[in-house]
């Protein structure tokens, strides 16, 4: 079974004009918007679907308090649904749309889906130049400053669950997912779904609810200019941060989460660990989840200070 990635994500909504300023605020593209269902796309083509709650075409809620549906994860070729419906049949109905799509759910009780993947694979981009002591590789050129963000792709997607080595034992044992680590005693597990791969696509969290709900989707940005610039924008236009921006020391990526309307949260990410099979699992007792972060976003205020300007230059010479 060979996986490429995040496909498409599902939600109900009681407001589609809601969650259409919501996602176009985020920076991906509205390919299809009707009464009935909202399109989006990341620059690679990957979708966030949203039909109104009370369509009968959704999936059963995850939980009350989240509108999240289904997960639908792109393969390669037919012969890997083929391989897919054959394993999961075993012992869950598995249910095949028109267009070749699987659905079925998983063993802690979350929709998942599968399909050929159609969208564009990764394209070999001109990646941000940096300088630093002794490699000086930016001359003559100003580094980016975004006024918002262009999500990539979905990077990865995290559920609470109530028993992580249930969720993880049937990613790895049917599926073939790679563990990359883990927090002992059960407490989270970071999988991949390939040998070289990202260091997670999928991150199971032990719910203090016992209960199974979203966490967040990633989305994936150019580098920490655009993750900055996006959360900005986007903060500004009302909607708000859930923690960041920070740093994840696991992965190494940079974040900034904010809260989704409906339900869990959203993520740009950037400059995430990539590994492969000589990856050696790490095993945390105590919880990595930031070198650093901040609470509740970046607050832009005026302090008082006069800098640099023909304003300032003007006053002084009046004074």
């Known amino acids: 079974m060979t996986f490429l990635g995040i496909d498409c ?19 991906l593209l509205c390919k299809s918007f009707t009464s009935s269902k909202l399109v989006f796309e990341t620059q690679i083509g990957s979708q966030i679907i949203i039909r109104p709650e009370a369509s009968k075409l959704l999936r059963a809620k995850i939980s009350p308090d989240s509108q999240f549906r289904e997960v639908i994860f792109g393969v390669r070729s037919v012969a890997d649904l083929v391989a897919i419906a054959k394993e999961l049949s075993v012992d869950r109905e598995v249910e095949q749309d028109e267009d070749g799509t699987l659905h079925t759910v998983d063993d802690s009780g979350i929709q ?3 399909r050929v993947w159609t969208h564009t694979l990764e394209k070999p981009q001109v990646g ?5 002591p002794g490699n000086r590789r930016r001359i003559n050129q100003v580094s980016p400053v975004y006024a918002s963000a262009a999500p990539f792709k979905m ?6 669950v109530p028993d992580t080595k249930r969720a993880e034992d049937f990613y790895r044992q049917r599926l073939g997912f790679c563990l990359s680590d883990r927090y002992v005693g059960g407490a989270g597990v970071f999988l991949r779904w390939a040998q ?3 260091h997670h696509n999928l991150f199971f969290i032990k719910s203090r609810k016992n209960d199974v709900n979203l966490h967040h989707i990633a989305f994936e940005v150019n580098d920490v200019h655009e993750m900055l610039g996006g959360g900005l924008a986007f903060s500004k236009k009302g909607w708000a941060t859930e923690v960041g921006p920070g740093r994840h020391p696991i992965s190494s990526a940079y974040f900034w989460y904010f809260k989704n309307p409906l339900g869990g949260a959203i993520e740009y990410f950037c400059d995430s660990d990539y590994v492969n099979a000589d990856w050696k699992p790490r095993q945390y007792r105590i919880n990595r989840f930031s070198e650093w972060h901040l609470a509740d976003g970046i607050v832009q205020r005026d302090d008082g200070k006069i800098r640099p300007s023909l304003a300032a230059a003007q006053a002084m010479k009046a004074k």
């Open 155 to 160: 990077g990865h997607i995290v559920f609470f």
């Open 9 to 27: 994500v599902e939600f109900g909504a009681s407001d589609l004009k809601l969650a259409k300023k919501f996602f176009s605020d985020w920076g």
């Open 196 to 198: 070289q791969s990202e």
């Open 112 to 114: 998942i889906g599968f």
């Open 128 to 132: 941000t130049i940096w300088n630093s």
